[in-house]
């Protein structure tokens, strides 16, 4: 089977790119708990004014830096990452509504859990380059140290620092922590590309 081309691969990044954004979003207006970087962007967001989008999109960028002592390579994905994401947050936010009920909200919690598993299998897929913060923790275990401890380390220390700023934890966090890494690994060998990945 012949690998897909690029424009082929930028649209089949992108809709994993938005997905996941929209996934996020409807995180949000569930109000059961995010995910630990989204708690740390979410505690931010409060404090800074800012539409959390605004805020992931920021905090990728600066992640982005701390690659560089690590020399990692981004790809284009990467960088399209920190752009997509944020923005399709910010637009869920703003055309999805406040949702009462408590069976209602669950129902958007597990729908968006599912549905930033299928994304996420879809933007890595495309191979062109993880996200900043997956880039970040391949980055430090790659100097010898273990993928779990360095996944584990990061993801605490940013939902501490999240939920002291005020971001959202609950039984959404645990759910996620849970469920979306058996998840992806579903997902991802279904929508990955075919061909190598490719970096800048």
Request: hydrophobic letters at 55%.
């Amino acid at each position: 089977m012949k690998p897909p081309g690029l424009l082929y691969r930028l649209v089949w990044l992108n809709t994993g790119l938005v997905g996941f954004g929209v996934g996020l979003g409807l995180l949000v207006r569930a109000r059961l708990g995010l995910d630990p970087w989204d708690v740390l962007s979410q505690g931010l967001s409060r404090h800074l004014g800012l539409q959390i989008g605004w805020v992931v999109d920021v905090l990728g960028a600066v992640v982005l830096l701390a690659w560089i002592p690590l020399r990692q390579r981004p790809g284009l994905g990467t960088l399209l990452n920190i752009v997509v994401v944020g923005l399709a947050a910010n637009a869920t936010l703003d055309l999805v509504p406040f949702v009462p009920g408590l069976a209602w909200r669950v129902a958007l919690m597990v729908s968006a859990v599912l549905l930033v598993a299928v994304a996420t299998g879809g933007y890595i897929g495309a191979g062109l380059g993880p996200g900043p913060r997956d880039g970040l923790m391949t980055g430090i275990a790659a100097r010898g140290h273990s993928i779990r401890v360095v996944r584990f380390s990061l993801e605490v220390s940013v939902l501490v620092i999240g939920y002291l700023l005020g971001g959202s934890v609950g039984v959404g966090t645990v759910v996620y922590a849970v469920c979306i890494g058996p998840l992806v690994h579903l997902t991802l060998p279904r929508l990955a590309l075919p061909g190598p990945s490719r970096t800048l």
